[in-house]
């Protein structure tokens, strides 16, 4: 096992050196990742929300969040990648810091993680087009992976920490966040640069081939919309990433409403040491299933995605073993490597670098469309119906969904990209 994750790690060397530093800010970014993991809790435990009432602020945390996206994805095309992630990861860790002078407040604190989140949205679009542009179509698996790599490694540190802290004070998990951000984030804006205003020197690094430059990675004119119009695959594809996203989020949002129902106060604890069993899943998963799954293609890949999504699922619920909740989140692990570091890949190499920003921006749109009245779907399918055919609800979506990327592998014609290229 160990020889098999030194060799697939070889496919990190050689990358541009900004690629590095990515990775790093990530890493540091994961570490600090202590609210969204456990923002059910903090809202049902420690600021007494109802279930329901938790989900639904998760909703308008998630709209947030969307709308963030929708403005980023133009703002980043117009002013630069680099400049809106920065700007709006920068401001989100302030404000998170500031929040948590009054985490106890029960109508501050919310409002400040939804501003929070407006400003992580906007850097999204911005981080996605910034990964692509310092890519090839050759070494964008390894990019992609490397980043989400590096972020799950400070995850599974950051998520093991939050769960032994949550119920000491709730004021470190905003701060640790807060200031995770600001300073991941400066690294990026000291050490990385923006291709779009530096192409020669990137060029030089980064040793494009013409697969970067020509097809349909090219620069076009026209709005996002005629783009996407040319590329109905875009579409389907966002659709079908909207399924599995609202099964993988129950990892976050049903799972410790679950355990905190099954085991009292032990739930959360239980809950941090999953998180950290999943992001060291994730860490030995990603480079053996990005090596296995290379050359297979990114749908595929998100095939097999929806069909261990609904197995880890089965899994959670056919057992109260505790051992057998470990089990389920390391196939859920392996799902969302799947998930992650196929979806940007896919998108990257059917985007015009030209439209990076507002491809990205649109497409999460798309899925947090979808997502977000999930959230309280869910609450209330909890209440109304219980926990166990709320989970069976999950189970369906997550083999509806790979049944669309089923679909997708084997349609076809797309029809041609007819864009007026620069």
């Not at 097809?215 to 040319?230: F, H, I, N, P, R």
């Not at 940007?344 to 990205?360: E, F, K, M």
Request: glycine share 10%; aromatic share 10%.
């Amino acid at each position: 096992m160990f020889k098999r994750v030194a060799g697939s790690l070889a496919m990190y060397q050689g990358l541009p050196r900004d690629i590095y530093f990515i990775a790093l800010s990530r890493f540091i970014l994961g570490l600090g990742n202590f609210i969204m993991p456990f923002l059910v809790l903090l809202l049902t435990q420690k600021l007494g929300y109802s279930e329901a009432i938790a989900s639904s602020m998760v909703m308008v945390v998630m709209s947030a969040f969307m709308v963030g996206s929708m403005i980023g994805g133009k703002l980043a095309d117009s002013f630069g990648h680099k400049n809106v992630m920065v700007g709006g990861e920068f401001g989100a860790g302030v404000i998170l810091t500031i929040c948590g002078f009054f985490a106890e407040h029960h109508y501050l604190a919310p409002a400040m993680i939804v501003i929070a989140y407006v400003l992580v949205g906007m850097s999204v679009p911005g981080g996605n087009a910034l990964a692509a542009n310092l890519s090839t179509t050759k070494n964008r698996s390894a990019v992609m992976s490397m980043s989400y790599l590096a972020y799950n490694i400070g995850s599974g540190i950051g998520s093991l920490l939050a769960g032994y802290l949550f119920w000491f004070d709730s004021s470190i998990i905003y701060w640790c966040n807060g200031i995770a951000a600001m300073v991941g984030i400066s690294l990026v804006a000291y050490y990385v640069r923006d291709p779009k205003h530096n192409d020669k020197a990137m060029a030089i690094e980064s040793e494009p081939t013409s697969e970067s430059t020509e097809g349909l990675e090219a620069d076009v004119t026209g709005s996002v919309w005629q783009v996407l119009k040319a590329r109905p695959q875009l579409i389907a594809f966002g659709l079908s990433c909207t399924l599995l996203y609202v099964s993988m989020t129950q990892m976050t949002v049903l799972s410790p409403l679950y355990l905190a129902h099954m085991f009292d106060k032990q739930g959360p604890e239980l809950y941090g040491q999953l998180m950290t069993l999943a992001c060291i899943a994730v860490v030995i998963l990603t480079p053996i299933l990005v090596k296995a799954t290379h050359g297979h293609g990114e749908l595929k890949s998100l095939m097999w995605c929806g069909s261990l999504l609904a197995l880890g699922y089965v899994i959670m619920i056919a057992t109260h073993w505790v051992p057998a909740f470990f089990i389920s989140f390391f196939i859920l692990a392996a799902a969302e490597v799947l998930l992650v570091t196929n979806e940007n890949v896919y998108i990257a190499n059917q985007s015009p670098r030209s439209h990076r920003g507002r491809i990205s921006s649109v497409i999460n749109t798309m899925k947090n469309v979808g997502m977000v009245p999930a959230y309280v779907v869910m609450g209330l399918l909890v209440e109304g119906i219980g926990y166990f055919a709320t989970w069976l609800c999950v189970i369906v979506i997550s083999l509806i969904s790979s049944a669309a990327f089923m679909w997708m592998t084997h349609k076809v014609s797309w029809g041609k990209v007819s864009e007026i290229r620069h």
